[in-house]
């Protein structure tokens, strides 16, 4: 598209970008203008211009893209030369910059032009080196980096989407933000940690015994330090031209280290451990961030690969496997624990990405945790009153289950807080927690429809309510019983039916006590919490998905160890005894409150049921694979008084009944239920193959790949990649007991 590149300034950025545009294949005419003439010398020699001078007048002619790449301070004098001669350029022209500061060179463009010129794009690409000079030009310096364009409200459209080509034709990744947001970012980002580089080494080389200091330096000074050797008088004009922003971000970076060397010096193991940790799992998320394999990338506004599962028809399901911790129980464990007095130790931790973002929102407010490392977690515990104001908003990525009991925890806190989530979480209901916490005097802020993000007012006075809730919810009633901990008098929740009871044994387990009469339960404010050993049970909410695999498989034999048998929690065991399957439990025994025990399942033939409406609430997670179970079951299945359903993270009914559709099940879809016509109406199995939309939904993803199990052709799942927020290693404990299940990645416009 541009005719004639013009690129002022041929070092480093400025001659990498020109090698970039040739290694792509740009065959028309690239200048350079530079003050030095042996570069423009060495830049043709190299192959990378065509030609350039060292005034801007003599090669500005014609030019119909050009790139300004000298120094902040430098950009003035610059900007005020090109104003005089832009009239030679093509009346198309677009003007770009380089510089690391953006407010400074937006500045000096007002000065010189009178305004920012509609074709100016001022953009920033995140990438250099400790190199300088045209002789480290790198074709591959901004290939899977990141450039920020920063547009005025009146920039032209075509311009930014020229800019744009521009630097995507380099292989780079291009952001927009405003200017001010910019500066402040890179003030944090990279001017910060140049500037520590920068001082430390400074400091170390104006000791003595400097030499024996930087002899037996280790690789982690090294790697530091390496950017110590960038050029100095380059970082001056940086900090002299970003000065407000990179102070801030020195006043807190400052502060951070008055509190560190605080700890240090009285010996303060947990404060020193709380930073730390928070630090190496800060840390893990960047590089997560960088790669984009971690759920919390969408956190950062960045998109996630998306992944699809291709499962071939037929396979075995036999062997012994132990499924991965209960995710509620998980997400109990650190909240208790954190408010606990003394050090709680963990077992049986779920490792997914739901309980890490509820592990690193405690990191976050100042409670020191160790771990996760193969299921365990030691939480230092803080007190009911220990913990601290979040720096920012505190993400829950995809889990509805923490946001409402972090409402409850949080609302009793002295301190504002947010929580937010992902996209998926943020069209689900908050108004069911928010409206009786608000009963409780507590101040909390929704979007339209009672939805997140959560804003709560912190340092108001809660009281102890009666409640009786509307929906049987167990989330709902955790909730109030958290902000009862902190208010003044009796709490008191009464359910419609009975809701899975972990809080109220987690609570007795750290010594609050929880009382409970028919379908009441309360609790008195201003106690205090006990830590205490937990041992997380194997979810059956995950183990659901083997269970049916195993019942509907012609010659299934699998065992599911330590498998929590909560009685709020068995309704997939009871309906699928209801049904005919061949289950039994053995070893029962229970361990830190929470009953466990072996289950045991064989095929055998399933027959369709009216499913008890006792038994919703109690399986009311595990109904869309009880939906796979029932299209194999002799008959129709029946599902009534499930409208929760509706609101999970998906529409998990009417999900689930597309993609019954999309594999050939009959079915009627009410509006609090379905109706599943089962049985074997195709030769050989139950129904066909076909392709299913899990709309993001890890439990509608998983349940249609055991479906495959008796398909007649293969079953394609898009959208799969949150299943790792419920069950990291599903695919693994798939294929190990017989599924023939490949995961692929899939292009973004795939």
Not at 19 to 24: G, P, T
Not at 425 to 441: C, F, I, N, S
Not at 450 to 473: C, E, F, N, Q, V
Request: contains cysteine; charged residues 25%; proline residues 4%.
């Amino acid at each position: 598209m541009e005719s004639r590149i013009l690129i002022v300034g041929l070092g480093l950025i400025g001659g990498s970008l020109a090698a970039a545009l040739r290694a792509a294949g740009f065959q028309n005419t690239i200048l350079a203008c530079d003050p030095d003439s042996d570069e423009i010398t060495r830049g043709v020699e190299m192959g990378l211009i065509d030609g350039g001078a060292t005034e801007l007048a003599s090669v500005i002619e014609g030019a119909s893209l050009i790139v300004l790449a000298v120094p902040v301070l430098a950009m003035r004098s610059v900007m005020a030369e090109l104003a005089r001669c832009l009239a030679r350029a093509a009346p198309d022209v677009v003007i770009t910059d380089v510089g690391s500061t953006k407010a400074t060179i937006r500045d000096c463009a007002r000065e010189a032009f009178g305004q920012v010129p509609p074709n100016l794009v001022l953009g920033h690409p995140i990438a250099g080196s400790e190199k300088s000079g045209v002789a480290a030009a790198n074709p591959e310096l901004y290939v899977r980096h990141k450039v920020i364009l920063t547009p005025e409200p009146d920039t032209e459209a075509s311009a930014l989407a020229r800019v744009r080509t521009l630097w995507e034709a380099c292989g780079a990744e291009v952001l927009v933000m405003d200017v001010e947001r910019h500066d402040h970012v890179l003030a944090r980002t990279s001017h910060l940690p140049h500037l520590l580089a920068f001082s430390l080494v400074d400091t170390l080389a104006r000791q003595d015994e400097r030499m024996e200091i930087f002899r037996y330096a280790a690789g982690g000074f090294r790697d530091f330090t390496r950017i110590a050797g960038s050029d100095p008088v380059m970082w001056r004009d940086i900090f002299v031209a970003n000065r407000e922003a990179v102070l801030a971000s020195l006043d807190d970076f400052e502060a951070g280290l008055a509190r560190l060397r605080q700890a240090i010096e009285s010996s303060d193991g947990d404060a020193m451990l709380a930073t730390f940790d928070r630090a190496r799992h800060a840390r893990h998320y960047f590089e997560s961030l960088l790669n984009k394999t971690s759920y919390q990338a969408e956190y950062q506004m960045q998109q996630q690969g998306k992944l699809r599962y291709r499962v071939a028809p037929g396979g075995a399901v036999t062997g012994r496997i132990r499924v991965p911790g209960d995710k509620s129980i998980s997400h109990r464990s650190i909240m208790l624990g954190a408010l606990a007095e003394g050090v709680t130790e963990v077992k049986g931790f779920l490792e997914g990405e739901d309980s890490l973002a509820t592990l690193q929102a405690f990191r976050e407010m100042g409670v020191a945790i160790e771990g996760p490392y193969q299921g365990r977690v030691t939480v230092h515990g803080v007190g009911m009153h220990g913990l601290k104001a979040p720096s920012g908003p505190l993400y829950v990525g995809n889990a509805g289950t923490a946001m409402r009991l972090f409402a409850g925890l949080l609302a009793g806190q002295g301190f504002d807080t947010e929580l937010t989530g992902d996209a998926s979480l943020t069209k689900r209901p908050m108004g069911r927690v928010a409206d009786p916490l608000r009963l409780m005097g507590a101040e909390i802020d929704t979007v339209e429809g009672g939805r997140p993000p959560l804003r709560i007012h912190g340092g108001k006075a809660l009281r102890g309510i009666t409640y009786d809730m509307p929906m049987a919810s167990a989330q709902v009633k955790s909730c109030l019983l958290f902000a009862g901990l902190y208010a003044e008098g009796e709490t008191r929740v009464g359910e419609p039916a009975p809701t899975r009871d972990h809080t109220e044994r987690m609570l007795q387990g750290f010594g609050y006590e929880v009382h409970r009469e028919g379908d009441t339960c309360w609790l008195s404010g201003g106690g205090r919490l006990t830590a205490a050993p937990i041992d997380v049970p194997a979810d059956i909410s995950s183990a659901t998905f083997f269970l049916v695999a195993a019942a509907i498989t012609p010659g299934a034999d699998l065992v599911l160890e330590h498998v929590g048998i909560n009685p709020t929690r068995i309704g997939v065991i009871n309906i699928l005894q209801l049904m005919g399957a061949d289950l039994t439990l053995s070893n029962e025994r229970e361990v830190g409150g929470e009953p466990v025990a072996d289950l045991h399942i064989r095929h055998a033939p399933l027959t369709g049921i009216d499913i008890p409406v006792e038994q919703v609430p109690l399986a009311i997670d595990e109904f869309p694979a009880l939906f796979i179970a029932a299209a194999n079951a002799e008959g129709t299945t029946r599902l009534r008084g499930a409208e929760e359903l509706r609101v999970k993270e998906s529409d998990r009914l009417q999900a689930m009944a597309n993609g019954l559709a999309a594999i050939g099940v009959e079915h009627t879809l009410v509006e609090d239920g379905i109706d599943i016509l089962g049985g074997g109406r195709f030769e050989g199995h139950n129904y066909g193959g076909g392709r299913v939309d899990s709309l993001g939904d890890h439990r509608i993803a998983m349940s249609f790949a055991i479906a495959a199990l008796r398909a007649g052709d293969e079953i394609i799942i898009d959208d799969c990649a949150n299943v790792a927020t419920s069950f990291p290693g599903f695919i693994d404990l798939a294929r190990k007991v017989g599924l023939q299940l490949e995961e692929e990645a899939v292009e973004e416009d795939a």
